[in-house]
C-alpha cells in the first residue's frame, strides 16, 4: 500500500495512526500542500479533491477520505476493532469523530484559510478563525465524552473519536488555542499517546516532516 | 422517536430520507435556525453543538451528527441497506458522502457564512464564498460517480451517497450555483426524486417549511 500524506495534514495523521493501530504498514509518499503537489494531474488523477490522504492499494485501488479509508481498514482488518460492537456506542464515537472530521477540520484547514487571505485578511484575522473554530469543536467533544475512568474516549480501547481527537489537538495548539481548557480531552490524549501507533504517527515523526519555523 | 430538524438544514434533510428509506416515523421537532433556537439552553443540553438533527429516541437517548445517526439506523435497521456489502463499493460510497458532508456543507452553513458576515463581507460576497464551495465539492462528486448506467450514485440502489447529494444540490441551487453541469449527478438525483422517501424529505414539505422569500 501506498499513503499520500502531507505531514501537518491532520486527516493523513488520522489514516496513520489507523493503520498503526492495525499493524499495518505503508509506503509513505509525501505531497507537499504548501508547494502545491496535491495540484498535480497525477495526483488529481488519484483525488480529484486534490487532498491528503490518498490510500493507493497494491492492486491500484484508491481510496480517499480519511474516515472512509479507516472504516475499510477496520472493515477489512478487523483486530483490534476501531468501533465498540454496540451500534449505541457506534454512534456516539461516530458523533465525537464527526464533529471534528465535518464540523471542525475543514473550516480551518488550509484551503479555507487561504480563501480568507484571498478575501482579504492578515495572518492575524486568519490564526483567530481557525482557533475559533477549534475551541468551538473542542469544546462540544469535551461536552461528548462519558464521564467515568476509562482511558480513551469511549471505552478501554482507542476508537474513531481517539484518533480524530489527537490530530485536532495538534491543530489547536498550532493556531494558538490553550486547550488546558479541554482537561477531559487532554487525558485521553495522553492515554493515547502512550501507544506507539499514536506516537509513529505524529507529524514530526514523519519524513516530510520540516523544523519548526 | 423525535426528530429536531430545521426545514433548509441539508444534514437533517439527509436524516429525513434515511428515516423514509428505511420505513421510520420519527416526530418532528422544529428548530428554527436563523431565529436561534439551536442556543436555548434546552437544546444545547441534547446537542453541544447547537446544530441540527438530534434524533431522541422512546427511551431518552440521544443522537447527533447526521451520519452518526444514518449508520445507527443503518444498523440496527439493516433493510434496505444504505451501504453496499463489498467493503471497497462501501469505501467508495462513504468517501463521496464525506466530501459532501466533511469538505462542502460545513464550509458554506449558517455559521460559517454569519462568521464571513461578522468579518465584513457582504452577502454578494458571502453567496458567492458558498457557491465557490458547492462548486467545489460537487466538481469532485462528479469526477467520484462510476461509469456505468446504474441509476443511483453506487449501484441499483440509493445508499449513503445519494442521501448526501441530493440536499446539497439543494444548497447549491440556493446560492445561485448553475448546476446543468453536473449532468452525471443530476440524473442521480432524477432517480432519487422517484423515490417517495426523497420527495418527502424535501424542506418545502416540512411542517416547518416558509415561503420563498
Known sequence: MKLHSYWRSSASWRVRIALGLKGLRAEYIPQHLRRGDQHSTEYLALNPQGLVPTLELDDGTVLTQSLAIIAWLDETHPDPPLLSPDPLQRARERAFAHVIACDTHPVQNLKVLRALRRLGHDQEAVTAWAADVNVQGLTACEAMLPHNA?????????????????????????????????SRLLEKESACQLLPAFADAAPERQPDAEEPA
Not at 159 to 166: H, P, R, T, Y
Open 150 to 182: 476509562d482511558p480513551f474516549c469511549f471505552g478501554a480501547m482507542p476508537s474513531i473519536a481517539d484518533i480524530c481527537l489527537v490530530p485536532q489537538l495538534g491543530n489547536a495548539r498550532r493556531y494558538g488555542v490553550d486547550v488546558q481548557r479541554f
